[in-house]
């Protein structure tokens, strides 16, 4: 390597799993690092530009399994095909390479010159913590179980593989870096956690006139929005459901079958930015029962003085005051309920939140990444 070559900045590109969802707290953390690293190309094994508007800004690159003439290109009808997609990605002319995934973009193919550092989401819950559930959603469901069992079979094996390919490891959270140990056997570095976007409001007042909780989420089932659901449903309280996804036909086949939920519960469906806030500025509350990897939302609900109901082992636990956040130990029915009278009571301080979130916004997120990058290249040019 040549003495120029050592004191510029390296050539970076990124790399996501699929970019066929229009906006999530992956794609949050995506649009940061595009900020940091502004001519980093995005690499991915599948893209869809008509339906997610985030890209329009990245030079994407996506691999031979998005050329195919397939009338659907759901990640989950070609999970088998994935890795090898991954696997397909020309990264050769980069120097570092930030892998962004739940999946299979830690298996990309680099050399032992390139840094490879992989930003982990988690290890994927439909080989590991959540199989079952995901086993009934998938396609991969709909065959017998002799042809299901050996796929998942050979995805955990790739999978274990491409885990050992990265330098370096960045989990989400601490809970994120507890699942890599307990799933891969190997370390990882020091937590960064994802960019909250949100800027602190001036007006903290949500004057409480009937209770008033949100849901803002993508509809999937590891989420557990059908714990807010029965729990809204017995307590009387009203409840809007915002976002969209998969589990939305079971979602509302719920609600039909609770007496009286219907008059409670509201499916809004996508929103606008502009929408949603006009949905925060109305919540007395944010139910997020679910076990979640970090969990942006509720980080952001808070910033607008909105107390959140939270999982205690959930990633954003981590970091939110004890006096912002309700904790429900398990996911169950009855956690959920126990905890909404105690939400109505929370009181969130401003300055608190402005002293314990304000380290975790986009311009920190950045910063830490422009150094670590910066920090972990010059280590590695030195072996």
């Keep these: 390597m040549t003495n120029q070559s050592r004191s510029r900045s390296p050539r970076v590109a990124i790399v996501y799993d699929w970019a066929t969802t229009p906006y999530g707290g992956a794609e949050q953390v995506l649009s940061a690092l595009h900020a940091a690293f502004p001519t980093a190309p995005l ?17 994407v690159v996506s691999s031979w399994l998005n050329r195919l003439p397939l009338p659907w290109r759901s990640h989950r009808w070609l999970a088998p095909l994935l890795p090898l997609a991954a696997e397909s990605l020309s990264l050769s002319e980069y120097e570092v390479v930030i892998s962004v995934t739940s999946g299979p973009a830690k298996g990309i193919l680099t050399q032992p010159q390139q840094l490879h550092v992989c930003y982990l989401l988690t290890p994927p819950r439909y080989l ?8 009934a959603q998938l396609p991969l469901a709909k065959l017998s179980s002799k ?19 990265p330098d370096l490891v960045i989990p989400i959270s601490n809970l994120v870096a507890d699942r890599v140990v307990a799933t891969y ?26 209770p008033n909780f949100i849901c803002v989420s993508r509809l999937v089932a590891y989420k557990r929005l059908d714990l807010a659901i029965e729990a809204c449903a017995i307590s009387g309280y009203r409840l809007k459901i915002i976002g969209d996804g998969p589990d939305r036909r079971r979602l509302q086949r719920l609600v039909n079958s609770l007496p009286g ?8 469906g996508q929103v606008t930015a502009q929408q949603l806030e006009t949905h925060y500025e109305q919540a007395t509350g944010l139910l997020m029962p679910g076990l979640e990897d970090f969990g942006i939302t509720a980080a952001e609900a808070v910033t607008r003085g ?5 999982h205690a082992r959930s990633g954003v636990a981590e970091i939110i005051p004890d006096s912002a956040k309700v904790e429900i130990a398990d996911e169950t029915t009855s956690d959920v309920v126990a ?3 105690k939400l109505l009571t929370c009181q969130v301080d401003p300055d608190l939140v402005q002293r314990k ?3 975790y916004d986009t311009n920190e997120f950045c910063r830490q990444w422009r150094t670590l990058v910066a920090t972990a290249w010059r280590k590695h040019q030195k072996g």
């Design 43 to 59: 690499f991915t094994t599948l893209t869809r530009p008509d339906r997610v508007a985030w890209l329009q800004s990245w030079q």
């Design 128 to 135: 590991y913590s959540h199989q079952q559930a995901y086993q």
């Design 147 to 165: 042809l299901a069992q050996p796929l998942l079979a050979y995805l955990r094996r790739v999978d274990q593989v491409s885990a050992w390919r």
């Design 185 to 210: 056997s190997r370390s990882t570095e020091s937590v960064i956690y994802p960019p909250i976007s949100a800027t602190l409001p001036k007006n903290y007042d949500h004057p409480v006139t009937t």
């Design 261 to 268: 939920a219907d008059q409670l519960i509201t499916f809004v």
């Design 306 to 310: 909105i107390p959140v109901l939270v």
């Design 339 to 341: 905890a909404l009278p």
């Design 357 to 359: 979130l304000k380290k």
